[in-house]
């Protein structure tokens, strides 16, 4: 017992791996912001593009769900070896150094998939007299689906919009493999370094710091709503 | 105005849904600053008769001329046509996640592209009208179901249509909330309104209507004033229809 609580707990390694942790935790801060930017743009538009009526868009229908169907299904553990590997072919101003983009890259690539089919559930979930009642102003469909489907949809999936967002700052620690020195690096260099496990504790701990508050002020954000929006006494 | 001088002219309007043909071959000619009413049971066709009118549903065969202008025709524009023609639904479909006054200036905001300030002007001068300005910053899920139908009748009115269709506009509302949507109704009737109107409200239809068309089973049985049809009604359908609408003490 006491080894254990030395080795995962002891109070010196812990606040000695702090700032090397932190020092990488810093990489997972921007890994997360910037692929977090991309997918909730690409998704939306994924999305609208799966949403699209009629006989003309079938192509971009299919191409959509083609991506979604792809991307879902690899770990993303692959996707990053094989975007590493496509990196290294020079093309787009990708190489195999420029590790933070092929990561970045990557994690858009997989969390893009499943956010589509968040933002689609949403949009499906907008009742079709809104649009109807929306199109009958003569709103074309483009302003339609922007003003009264869209803000909807998007309301009502933003917890679990943020539940895709947690697992995407977590899978931030996934392209320490390629080599990136995130948190998860660092906190192994440190135990290898002084063969103790309280760097690994100490990211874990960065992590867990990092969705609580995202989840309290989704859940703030969800009651505002329902207070200023909806009846009263029901 | 049309060829036969009526503001509103279908003619042998026919509309399929899969196999089922809901509308068979519906004439109807209205003039302008008429009130049709279009009475029937429920699956009559009378909805989907209003939503081909406002091109909500494709016709399948058929003209209509509204003002002068083939609405059936492959080259329209149905989303200036839509602003020509105002529609109000049963279940007033007001966009819940915008205030009241939002919900009225969102079609002259964006789909006519009037400034905010002259839109909100006119949506509040509509509202005024109507007695609910001071519901203007109000989201709908906090008015009562009169209310919102009226703020859902004013913003099919802030486009300044030609033409409104109101599609059983009363059917989801408590009794002693009808009326003031009805008076509302009255008040555009009066202000010479051209308007198509599916309704149970019998004795609404006898006061404000020009015609009275009754429809049974996709296709008009019989059209007439309201003295006609409520009076003497040729067709035995219709007789029957106003039997069952009168025991279910409706008129």
């Known amino acids: 017992m006491g080894q254990f609580l030395h080795e995962f707990f002891s109070p010196l390694d812990f606040l000695r791996s702090v ?27 994924l999305a609208i593009v799966r949403g699209l009526p009629g006989r003309v868009a079938v192509p971009f229908r299919a191409a959509a769900i083609f991506y979604t169907d792809i991307f879902r299904g690899t770990p993303l553990i692959l996707v990053i070896f094989l975007v590493q590997g496509f990196a290294t072919l020079n093309y787009l ?15 858009t690539l997989v969390y893009t998939a499943y956010v589509t089919e968040v933002y689609r559930a949403g949009i499906e979930s907008v009742h079709p007299s809104q649009r109807m ?26 917890p679990p919009l943020l539940n895709d967002f947690i697992g995407l700052q977590k899978d931030t620690a996934l392209v320490t493999i390629i080599g990136v020195t995130e948190a998860v690096a660092q906190a192994n260099f440190y135990s290898s370094d002084w063969v103790n496990f309280a760097s690994l504790v100490v ?32 | 105005m049309s060829a036969n001088g009526q503001f509103v002219s279908l003619q042998g309007v026919t509309k399929r849904f899969d196999d089922l043909e809901v509308l068979h071959g519906i004439d109807l000619d209205i003039a302008e600053h008429n009130v049709v009413c279009l009475i029937g049971a429920s699956g009559s066709g009378k909805s989907t008769l209003l939503r081909c009118i406002n091109l909500l549903e494709h016709v399948d065969a058929g003209t209509i001329v509204v003002d002068g202008e083939t609405i059936t025709g492959t080259k329209i524009d149905v989303n200036r046509l839509r ?3 105002g529609i109000v639904f049963q279940a ?15 079609a002259p905001r964006k ?15 509509l509202l005024r009208q109507i007695g ?62 051209t308007m198509i109107l599916a309704t149970h409200e019998m004795s609404f239809a006898r006061e404000v209507a020009n015609k009275i068309c009754f429809l049974d089973a996709g296709v008009i049985r019989e059209e007439g004033t309201p003295e006609e049809i409520f009076s003497s009604p040729r067709e035995e359908r219709t007789r029957e229809f106003l039997a069952r609408v009168l025991e279910g003490g409706r008129l």
Do not use: C
């Not at chain 1, 977090?36 to 690409?42: H, K, N």
């Not at chain 2, 479909?93 to 009225?104: D, I, R």
């Not at chain 2, 789909?111 to 001068?125: P, T």
């Open chain 2, 83 to 85: 602003q020509k023609i």
């Open chain 1, 133 to 158: 009642a929306a199109r009958s102003l003569g709103l074309s469909y483009m302003q339609a689906l922007r003003y009264v489907v869209l803000p909807q949809a998007i309301r009502r999936v933003v």
């Open chain 1, 19 to 45: 700032p090397q942790v932190w020092n990488g935790f810093q990489l997972n801060l921007e890994l997360m912001v910037v692929a977090e930017a991309f997918v909730l743009v690409l998704a939306l538009l």
């Open chain 2, 92 to 106: 007033y479909n007001l966009f819940p996640h915008m205030t009241v006054l939002q919900n009225v200036t969102l």
């Open chain 1, 203 to 234: 990211a874990s701990v960065f992590f867990i710091f990092l969705t609580i508050p995202l989840a309290r002020f989704t859940d703030y954000i969800i009651r505002e709503r329902e207070r200023r929006e909806r009846a009263q006494a029901v």
């Open chain 1, 93 to 107: 101003g990708l190489s195999s150094q420029t590790l933070f983009r092929n990561g970045v890259i990557a994690l």
């Open chain 2, 111 to 125: 789909a006519l592209g009037i400034s905010r300030a002259n839109a909100e002007g006119h949506a509040r001068a």
């Open chain 2, 132 to 193: 609910l300005e001071d519901k203007a910053d109000e989201f709908p899920d906090r008015l009562s179901g009169g209310q919102q139908q009226r703020v859902a009748i004013v913003r099919a009115l802030a486009t300044s249509p030609k033409l409104m269709l109101l599609d059983e506009i009363t059917s989801a509302l408590d009794p002693q909330l009808i009326g003031e949507v009805l008076e509302l109704v009255r008040e555009l009737a009066g202000a010479g309104m």
